[in-house]
């Protein structure tokens, strides 16, 4: 092998292996630059708390029209309990988003979602814009029935939700937070299908 042959060899070695090294190093940094969050909060973690935060501020502005439209103790007693429940938590939950910064959802709880022309939520449990309205409207046992069978629905949802942070999230704190929602929010559907069934005798 002659020396220029041997150098020119090389030469195209440096290269290449240079080229390797580049790639590799972008390749290792892509994954740092594509993630925002900080360490230990998953992306299950910023899902849950941008879920959940809407959907607390929209089961306390429910429980707010219990006071003038109901009449029964017992319901206005658990819609004062759900709003005490949630309230603390809406708080934390922005709080948290604004940490890790992410997004924090707006606040316009009872503006509705659209699930299309069925008037029913959708697996999350949210109130539609005629969810709402039919609330709004309604008075005395009507809106007894509407509001617990509304809440149900709504309860599962966040129950659902919750779950999967506790099976998916890593940020200690929210998961503390959603076992504790589907411990409590379990319970409260429980006692909300024992109202429903007396409203309805």
Same mark, same amino acid.
């Given at each position: 092998?002659?020396?220029?042959? !041997? #150098?020119? &060899?090389? %030469? *195209?070695?440096?290269?290449?292996?240079?080229?390797? +090294? /580049? $790639?590799?190093? =972008?390749?290792?940094?892509?994954?740092?630059?594509?993630?925002?969050?900080?360490?230990?909060?998953?992306?299950?973690?910023?899902?849950?708390?941008?879920?959940?935060?809407?959907?607390?501020?929209?089961?306390?502005?429910?429980?707010?029209?219990?006071?003038?439209?109901?009449?029964?103790?017992?319901?206005?007693? !658990? #819609?004062? &309990?759900? %709003? *005490?429940?949630?309230?603390?938590?809406?708080?934390? +939950? /922005? $709080?948290?988003? =604004?940490?890790?910064?992410?997004?924090?959802?707006?606040?316009?709880?009872?503006?509705?979602?659209?699930?299309?022309?069925?008037?029913?939520?959708?697996?999350?449990?949210?109130?539609?814009?005629?969810?709402?309205?039919?609330?709004?409207?309604?008075?005395?046992?009507?809106?007894?029935?509407?509001?617990?069978?509304?809440?149900?629905?709504?309860?599962?949802?966040?129950?659902?939700?919750?779950?999967?942070?506790?099976?998916?999230?890593?940020?200690?704190?929210?998961?503390?937070?959603?076992?504790?929602?589907?411990?409590?929010?379990?319970?409260?559907?429980?006692?909300?299908?024992?109202?429903?069934?007396?409203?309805?005798?």
């Amino acid at each position: 092998m002659t020396r220029t042959t !041997l #150098a020119a &060899r090389l %030469a *195209a070695a440096v290269v290449t292996g240079g080229l390797l +090294l /580049t $790639g590799c190093s =972008a390749g290792q940094d892509a994954p740092a630059a594509s993630s925002s969050r900080p360490a230990g909060v998953a992306e299950a973690d910023v899902t849950f708390a941008q879920a959940m935060l809407p959907h607390h501020q929209q089961a306390v502005e429910m429980a707010g029209l219990a006071d003038g439209r109901s009449q029964d103790p017992a319901v206005l007693d !658990l #819609a004062s &309990r759900i %709003a *005490a429940g949630q309230e603390p938590e809406i708080d934390v +939950l /922005t $709080g948290w988003l =604004a940490d890790w910064g992410q997004d924090v959802p707006s606040g316009d709880g009872m503006a509705g979602v659209d699930h299309g022309d069925s008037g029913h939520g959708g697996a999350d449990g949210m109130m539609t814009d005629q969810d709402t309205a039919a609330l709004e409207a309604a008075s005395g046992p009507e809106f007894d029935r509407l509001f617990l069978d509304q809440m149900i629905e709504h309860h599962t949802g966040a129950v659902t939700m919750a779950r999967a942070e506790i099976e998916d999230g890593e940020f200690a704190d929210a998961v503390d937070m959603a076992t504790g929602i589907a411990a409590t929010q379990d319970a409260e559907i429980a006692e909300m299908e024992r109202l429903l069934a007396a409203v309805d005798r």
